[in-house]
């Protein structure tokens, strides 16, 4: 039998993008069918705000091109994934582009937010630079995609993610800006003067001569890596510093119709390519990397490995590891207590595992309650009285790697209900959420209750947990390295909501 085919379309600033997969088995991915239209959609969302008619029309074309590709690959549309970033997010009229384009074509279209082309950025990485890993997470590091739209930063420190940015900072849309204006177009000055505030908050965050390796991601990248003739290895290319200024210094003086004679390039990509060249540029030129790994792939391909195989332990396993580190580092923005908080999410762990056919939740939520219980107290920097209610509020105005809305949302509820009153109908980022979803932050914030008051003094005394069910009473048992009589105190004020959603009174016993 031959292997499956799996497909991907992506609707990016300047391009729909389309590709076709399979993956053999004991082989990595091989590519059948790729195609890249390209496409002005962020030029008009960035200056009007909307997607014009016209547009519209030559997008579902497209869509109606690739749907007949795809029928001889005998995928439905259906079948095939389609995602959205930058100008999508923003447009306007975003809802009436996808319902066009759903009823016409069949395909539908989901628009990403930026954390999400993070990780999806983090995986097409992993991939890619899977061989080169462990040489990587010796240093610090950073990956940058510049978009059209928007620009994806990804700073580690030897391996672990220290700091994760989505920005409004993509090179159509500071062209536009320009555009119209009394400079009529973006300069290296004032570019450099537009990423300026950036670098300063990367800085503060991991001081940027300490990045040894730069790993340039996307279109813009691949372009240039293809143009420069770059060593080739066989899921990325390697272009030197110099190699790269040089590069860039004679894109951006060139004419958009010189660079398409000069490298055959269609018009409709050069559109920001000479200012992503010295976007990438300015990133770099602070570090201390000497190279600039270029991943072959992008988005789609790592949605495709998802899709496809599924990802590897090893890479499914850092990528949890990644998930736990942003969260750790939001945690220490907020000067927790790091003992406490990684005792409390252990906690947590230990009874969510034991009570799985109480609570009948996914591995995704066993995540979520993870990173609840870390950052449970963070709203202490704003105030101990009510920090619960600062916590949410901080939560949910923070970017935690690899967590999409929905989980900020749930974990800012858990963090919410860890003490106090538990939800009411006043409460709206609770009430607004799906039923699956209030279930889970009750379940889950129950459990994150008792694992709490099981280190009321924060030193730790508490651990190895075993649960006994006992008809409606749930024993629990541990290891204890003191008198605990606070912490029996605190379960006992504290164990309301657990009684309430799983119907066992908690013992200590």
Partial sequence: MPPKLFAVINVGSTFIRLVIAEFPEGRDMHVVEQAVKFMGLGREVYTSGIIKKKTISQAIQIFLQ???????????????????????????????????????TGFRIQVLDGIEENRLSYMAVQYALKDQWS?????????????????????????????????????VRLEEAYRGSQLEEITPQ??????????????????????????????????????????????????????????????????PEEIVRRYGIPASAVEGFGSALLAFFYLLEDTAAEEVFIPKVGYSEGLLVELGPGIDDDIQNRFLQQVRASALSLGKKYHFDVDHAKHVADLSLQIFDQMKRDHNLDPRSRLLLEIAGLLHDIGTYIKPSGHHKHGQYLVENSEIFGLNPSDIAIIGNVVRYHRKSGPVPSHLNYTSLDRDSRLAILKLSAILRVADALDRGHSQKITNLRLERQEEEMHIRGDYTADVASERFSLSDKCGMFEDVFGYKVILT
């Fill in 190 to 255: 004032t570019l450099r003067q537009s990423m300026n505030t950036t670098k300063e908050i990367l800085d503060d965050e991991m001081k940027m001569s300490t990045v040894k390796s730069f790993i340039a991601v996307g279109n813009y990248a691949r372009l240039a890596a293809e143009i420069a003739e770059a060593a080739e290895g066989d899921r990325y290319w390697r272009v030197n510093k110099t190699q790269w200024l040089q590069l860039t210094h004679v894109i951006h003086r060139l004419t």
């Fill in 135 to 171: 040489n990587l997470s010796k240093h610090n590091s950073m990956i940058a995609e510049v978009g059209g739209g928007s620009t994806e930063l990804i700073l580690l420190r030897r391996g672990m993610i220290c700091a994760v940015h989505s920005l409004n900072f993509g090179t």
């Fill in 66 to 104: 690739y749907k007949e590709l795809l029928t001889g690959y005998g995928l439905a549309a259906e079948s095939v994934r389609v995602i959205g970033t930058a100008a999508l997010r923003e447009a306007r009229n975003r809802d009436t582009f996808i319902d066009r384009v759903e009823v016409r």
